[in-house]
């Protein structure tokens, strides 16, 4: 009697010890890298017209992480972006870049980057400006995850959508608001051409808004595992039952 209670007992702690390897291998991590590097250019510029630009990261009412604790991780905006960059410079490529996973749980994020452009024209006449934003966007994914890149042009003066560039399953649209604004979805710019009086300032918005959703996909048992656990309560059925004394009638 003793050694079968001890082959019942090893057999109950496969069961458990298997039941909780499945537990932690039931889950598939998702993840997701999604990225969009930034450029300006002008043309025409004259002589007395100033321009300069800069980027700074959304704060924390535009840029937000809701996640299960101690379920998903997530990393923003590299550490040469995570500070507000005083000048661009034209035609310097700048990368503004989410990555998230999760093992667990559930993850929902929205990083935006701001970037700003302006122009002052102190020369003695009316300058007509060329600005052209070029753009490149890659996102993917990884298990049970959905991301999007959003590119918004816009004008400040009067805080006027100019472009969007809209990027989701590897799939680009461009929409333009604006008739003095030329893009082309394929090389991935958009250029806008716009006058500055005597004395007059204008600027412009460019803002990178990154999505990001993750669910860990629940992994299906494979048949062989079902098989070993049905033969294992099987055993321990059959143990069960030798070792039951009959009643008496």
Same mark, same amino acid.
């Given at each position: ?9 090893l057999l109950n702690s496969l069961v458990t010890m298997t039941l909780l390897s499945i537990g932690q291998n039931s889950q598939a991590s998702s993840s997701f890298t999604s990225q969009s590097t930034i450029s300006f250019g002008i043309s025409d510029l004259a002589n007395g017209v100033t321009a300069t630009s800069a980027?700074?990261? *959304?704060?924390? *009412? ?60 102190? /020369? ?34 009067? /805080? ?19 008739? %003095?604004?030329?893009? %082309? ?65």
């Open positions: 009697m003793k050694i079968l209670s001890n082959k019942q007992k980027y700074t990261p *959304a704060d924390a *009412a535009f840029s937000y992480v809701f996640s299960a604790p101690g379920s998903v991780g997530a990393i923003v905006p590299a550490s040469d972006n995570a500070v507000a960059v005083s000048s661009l410079g034209f035609g310097a490529a700048h990368m503004f870049a989410v990555n998230g996973y999760a093992l667990a749980g559930s993850f929902t994020s929205q990083h935006i980057g701001w970037y700003q452009l302006d122009f002052l024209n102190e /020369s003695a006449e009316t300058q007509q400006i060329a600005l052209t934003l070029n753009y490149a966007i890659q996102a993917s994914t990884q298990g049970d995850a959905a991301t999007d890149v959003i590119v918004d042009f816009s004008d400040a003066l009067s /805080s006027q959508l100019l472009a969007n560039a809209y990027f989701n399953n590897g799939l680009l649209n461009v929409t333009s608001y604006d008739s %003095a604004l030329v893009s %082309a979805g394929d090389n991935s710019f958009m250029t806008y051409t716009f006058t500055l009086g005597q004395g007059e300032a204008r600027s412009f918005y460019t803002d990178v808004t990154i999505n990001g959703t993750l669910q860990p996909a629940a992994v299906p048992l494979p048949a062989a595992v079902w098989s070993f656990l049905a033969g294992l309560m099987g055993i321990l059925g059959v143990k069960k039952r030798k070792t039951t004394p009959a009643k008496l009638a």
